[in-house]
């Protein structure tokens, strides 16, 4: 069963703008990460913050993580229509599985 | 970087056959490998986790002999979809840890089966 969910579903925004996408889940966690899935293709990476992490950035993007609250945010800054994907958060559990979010897909506008 | 390969990229097959698809890990070794299906506009499930020289672990619902998985070497996993129906038509994508913890997963390209 799916650990997390995202919200929104969809967002649609201008070029230039920013962008925030939510993930809550359920269960405690070791590590939350976040991955980017262009149309019909494989996941690819794109950070990964541990549970006593509060924030970490890379690049344009910044991550939170809120364990209390049990959710975490992606912030992409400056966005680009490269940027259009859907973007999954990712949490761990016992026996290293992952279990993925409902996602969030993202169209920049140019 | 870690680089995670899936062949077929693309498969259509008739309702009946059995397909295998292919997941290998190109530069590092791995134990465990994870599956996943994706249905179209929707997220990914974990199906099975796949252990090198030991029994998959298969997740709640997924049935182990439809889907069966087979990591014969430290670089190479199989799932192989029996007696596959339309119904099964997905995007299966395949993962696995570097350095034998979860600390990032890299995953394969994903395989299109299209059961006619």
């Known amino acids: 069963s799916q650990q997390g969910e995202e919200d929104p579903q969809a967002l649609s925004i201008q070029e230039g703008e920013n962008a925030t996408m939510n993930c809550s889940y359920k269960t405690s966690i070791n590590n939350l990460q976040w991955y980017r899935q262009n149309s019909g293709r494989g996941l690819v990476h794109l950070i990964l913050i541990r549970s006593n992490e509060r924030e970490k950035h890379s690049g344009r993007l910044r991550v939170t993580l809120d364990t209390s609250k049990k959710s975490s945010s992606l912030l992409i800054t400056a966005s680009r229509a490269a940027d259009t994907a859907s973007y999954f958060c990712?949490?761990?559990?016992?026996?290293?599985?992952?279990?993925f979010g409902t996602g969030t897909s993202l169209t920049v506008i140019p | 970087g870690a680089v995670v390969s899936q062949h077929p990229s693309r498969v259509i097959c008739k309702s009946g056959t059995s397909v295998k698809i292919e997941c290998r890990s190109l530069?590092?070794?791995?134990?465990?490998m994870f599956w996943y299906r994706q249905f179209p506009k929707q997220s990914l499930m974990l199906m099975a986790t796949?252990?090198?020289?030991?029994?998959?672990?298969?997740e709640q619902g997924v049935e182990k002999d439809k889907f069966l998985i087979n990591h014969a070497s430290l670089t190479l996993s199989t799932l192989t979809v029996t007696s596959a129906h339309p119904e099964d038509s997905s995007f299966y994508i395949c993962?696995?840890?570097?350095?034998?913890?979860?600390?990032?997963?890299?995953f394969g390209p994903g395989t299109r089966l299209t059961v006619l």
């Open positions: 990712a949490t761990d559990r016992a026996g290293n599985q992952f279990y």
């Open positions: 993962s696995a840890p570097v350095g034998g913890v979860t600390d990032t997963q890299y």
């Open positions: 530069d590092f070794q791995a134990t465990t």
């Open positions: 796949s252990n090198e020289g030991s029994k998959a672990t298969y």
